[in-house]
C-alpha cells in the first residue's frame, strides 16, 4: 500500500518553529525524491522544498532559503522539514510527495499525504 502521511502541523507565532514529518510507505519512499508543496487558501500549490533520494541534490523555494531545511531518513522512510523563523505567510496546507526525480515540478512526483495545516499569527 501506498501511503504518506504528514504530521507536525500546528499554530505557531511568528518568528517561532515548527518541525513537520512526512511517514512513507516503502513503496512510496524507497528510491523516490521526496518534496514538500503548500498551498494557501484561494491560492495555487507551490513547491517548498526537494531532496533526491541519497540527499544528495535538495533545493529550495526563494521564499523558504535560510529559513526551512528538508532531510529525510531513509532508515526509518521518513523525511522531515525543519521550518525556522516563520512568517504569517507561511500560512499554508503542507504536503508531502514523492516521485524518481527531485524538481520543482509539482507533476513530477507521483504519490501525494493529505497534508498538514501550519498557521503562522502575526
Known amino acids: 500500500q501506498v501511503q504518506l502521511v504528514e504530521s507536525g502541523g500546528g499554530l505557531v507565532q511568528a518568528g517561532g518553529s515548527l518541525r513537520l514529518s512526512c511517514a512513507a510507505s516503502?513503496?512510496?519512499?524507497?528510491?523516490?525524491?521526496m518534496a514538500w508543496f503548500r498551498q494557501a487558501p484561494g491560492k495555487e500549490r507551490e513547491f517548498v522544498a526537494a531532496?533526491?533520494?541519497?540527499?544528495?541534490?535538495?533545493y529550495s523555494a526563494d521564499s523558504v532559503e535560510g529559513r526551512f531545511t528538508i532531510s529525510r531518513d531513509n532508515a526509518k522512510n521518513t523525511m522531515y522539514l525543519q521550518m525556522n523563523s516563520l512568517k504569517p505567510e507561511d500560512t499554508a496546507v503542507y504536503y508531502c510527495?514523492?516521485?524518481?526525480?527531485?524538481?520543482?515540478?509539482?507533476?513530477?512526483?507521483?504519490?501525494w499525504g493529505q497534508g498538514t495545516q501550519v498557521t503562522v499569527s502575526a
Open positions: 510527495a514523492s516521485g524518481r526525480r527531485a524538481t520543482r515540478d509539482l507533476g513530477s512526483y507521483t504519490f
Open positions: 516503502e513503496r512510496a519512499f524507497s528510491g523516490y525524491a
Open positions: 531532496v533526491s533520494w541519497l540527499s544528495i541534490v535538495t
